[in-house]
């Protein structure tokens, strides 16, 4: 496998200086126990990640992925979404195509869809996922191969209320609701009345807030300050806020909430878009700073 990635830096002259950033890719993709195999010796998952190294090793402003995990099982193509995060971090920008509408949720910025060799749709993620006027867009996200993956969606106040005050209700004692972009005032306003009997229930359960906020407002500080083991805050950079704040639930749910001039929740059930958003959320905070109110 070793010599298969070196090979297109050996022809060019380059692998003596880069051999140390070639070392660094070993060791971020986990490929110390493999790296000397043969390729038959390697499993599909090893394989592909000996692929991205490869590409990678050619220092590329951009990479062109095709189905990438179209042959790999659940835990590799969990793995495989961890080093796409890894390879934004490092700069390199990833164009990629997928018909798995999870898979392709995971770690983008944005979706476009294409139909006869032309884009019909780009936007948000969140925004693809709301496609109420395109039929064709409809019918796709319908019928789609999601794996296990289910995704519905709660509009206007009312199906926004009920939908947190259900979660609360499904979620055991103890539990942890991950948050990546907090809104302050945002997200409690169309909460309403509601609020109170969410906030009760939260703490009755003891049901926990891990939350990275772009604003915050007076009930974060009320929060904090008056129970601070079970709402632990993070801000982050106001220039990362959008419209939109994800949330990570401990039964393997994630939730996109958007909050335009209609109030909508969009939950998709996969453990893998789940793990992916909670790998995120941790390289997020290692940039945040703790909120004491």
Do not use: C
């Not at 022809?11 to 060791?27: A, I, Q, S, V, W």
């Not at 289910?150 to 055991?172: C, D, K, M």
């Amino acid at each position: 496998m070793r010599g298969n990635i070196e090979l297109p830096i050996r022809t060019d002259g380059t692998l003596k200086e880069k051999r140390d950033y070639l070392e660094n890719l070993y060791e971020m993709f986990g490929m110390g126990e493999f790296v000397d195999r043969f390729p038959n010796e390697a499993s599909i998952g090893q394989r592909q990640r000996t692929a991205l190294v490869r590409a990678l090793a050619l220092k590329p402003k951009y990479l062109l992925l095709d189905e990438i995990t179209s042959a790999l099982d659940v835990e590799q193509s969990e793995m495989i979404l961890s080093h796409l995060a890894d390879v934004k971090k490092m700069g390199v920008g990833v164009l990629m195509v997928a018909h798995d509408i999870g898979f392709a949720m995971s770690n983008v910025d944005s979706v476009y869809f294409m139909e006869g060799g032309r884009i019909v749709k780009h936007g948000k993620p969140y925004e693809f996922l709301l496609e109420s006027k395109n039929e064709r867009i409809r019918n796709f996200i319908d019928l789609a191969s999601l794996g296990s993956s289910q995704v519905r969606t709660y509009s206007g106040q009312e199906e926004f209320q009920a939908y947190h005050l259900s979660l609360l209700n499904r979620l055991p004692e103890n539990s942890t609701i991950t948050i990546i972009g907090g809104l302050g005032a945002i997200w409690y306003a169309p909460m309403g009345d509601s609020y109170r009997i969410y906030d009760e229930l939260r703490i009755k359960k003891n049901i926990g807030w891990d939350m990275l906020m772009y604003e915050y407002g007076e009930e974060d500080r009320r929060l904090v300050k008056s129970n601070p083991k079970l709402n632990r805050f993070h801000v982050l950079s106001k220039g990362m806020k959008n419209m939109a704040d994800i949330n990570i639930n401990s039964d393997g749910t994630v939730v996109l909430q958007v909050f335009d001039s209609v109030p909508t929740v969009i939950e998709i059930k996969s453990q893998i878009l789940a793990d992916s958003y909670f790998h995120y959320y941790k390289d997020m905070l290692r940039n945040s700073k703790k909120f004491l109110g």
